[in-house]
């Protein structure tokens, strides 16, 4: 256990070292052009086409691509929480033309049973979150209850145990603390937003967290009801929903945020000013408007404050996964 944390810390350094090189003064930064793709570039999006990390990174891919003058791809390689598209970014050249987009289950791949060992955060390097979202809470409509706690109290009479549905792992230790209040609970592992929508629609789980885009066709047509959001403020795509806050469950408040990774090694100049294109990028008031469609909020971060966003993500997930161990 000792090696492992010793191996992880020296790994941390290093990137914090390559942080603390990219954190230049001003007046030296502003001496060095400002780096531009030379063809090119590919960003890599390690879940399904279609969700909502797909849709915002090409979305900002478009941004990119007219500000460089050169194309920006988005490639998808869903598959193993992430891991398996990470591991292409991880091994590309690190040269700015290969970036990745990632969540904060990215910090809870070390701690998955059939990963141990593997850490992509510290074979990364940060360079910018450029939007945060909050989830939902959806409920069946066949279930009594307008509210969390109203569905718990319905839960914890049933006779048959209620059934909770998530899509990643940030979420899944949320649904864990919850079951503490409901011991029959059932909290059901899916692979994607889609299969969740499916069951939920036919009451096959009672109750499921993902995000905005696909619950609120089914909420405008009454086939599903939004209990609360998991955000710190009411969401302006649903004003009218209460937050985990205010619905009586702090514990489940929490937002994802969608940041881009440079390979381990790529040099702070180009770091840098990937991340002044994303910051530049979200002025634009189209890509404003299709975020705020998804309920996102744009941020537009340095390498160095992704970086510590990032650590403050693997301390509070690190301290749930000691209490709720992800099977």
């Known amino acids: 256990m000792r090696d492992t944390q010793l191996t992880r810390r020296c790994a941390l350094l290093a990137v914090a070292a390559a942080l603390l090189c990219a954190a230049s003064p001003p007046a030296a930064l502003a001496q060095q052009p400002a780096w531009k793709p030379t063809r090119p570039v590919t960003i890599i999006v390690p879940y ?155 009451n096959n789980v009672n109750v499921g967290s993902m995000g905005y885009t696909a619950v609120i066709p089914h909420m405008k047509s009454g086939t599903l009801k939004v209990l609360m959001t998991s955000g710190k403020l009411r969401s302006p795509v649903l004003p009218d929903v209460p937050t985990a806050i205010e619905s009586g469950f702090p514990q489940m408040t929490g937002e994802t945020w969608y940041g881009l990774f440079a390979p381990l090694g790529t040099p702070a100049t180009i770091t840098q000013s990937v991340a002044a294109a994303v910051r530049e990028s979200l002025k634009d008031p189209a890509l404003l408007k299709s975020f705020a469609v998804l309920g996102a909020s744009p941020i537009g971060n340095t390498p160095e404050e992704f970086a510590k966003m990032i650590r403050e993500e693997d301390e509070q997930l690190t301290a749930l996964v000691r209490r709720f161990p992800i099977e």
Not at 55 to 83: H, I, T
Not at 120 to 149: E, R
């Open 48 to 202: 399904s086409p279609g969700g909502g990390t797909d849709v915002m990174a090409r979305q900002l891919s478009k941004e990119l691509s007219r500000r460089w003058e050169q194309p920006v791809n988005v490639e998808n390689y869903p598959g193993a929480d992430g891991l398996i598209g990470s591991r292409r970014a991880i091994e590309a050249k690190p040269d700015g033309h290969t970036l990745l987009v990632q969540l904060p289950s990215l910090v809870l791949i070390r701690h998955l049973p059939n990963f141990k060992g593997v850490d992509p955060v510290t074979q990364l390097m940060p360079v910018s979150a450029f939007s945060v979202l909050s989830g939902v809470y959806v409920a069946n409509t066949a279930i009594p209850g307008n509210t969390l706690g109203e569905v718990l109290r319905h839960c914890n009479t049933a006779p048959k145990p209620c059934s909770f549905g998530t899509t990643e792992n940030t979420a899944r230790l949320r649904m864990k603390m919850l079951a503490l209040e409901i011991p029959s609970m059932i909290v059901v592992n899916y692979k994607g937003g889609g299969q969740l929508i499916t069951d939920l629609l036919g």
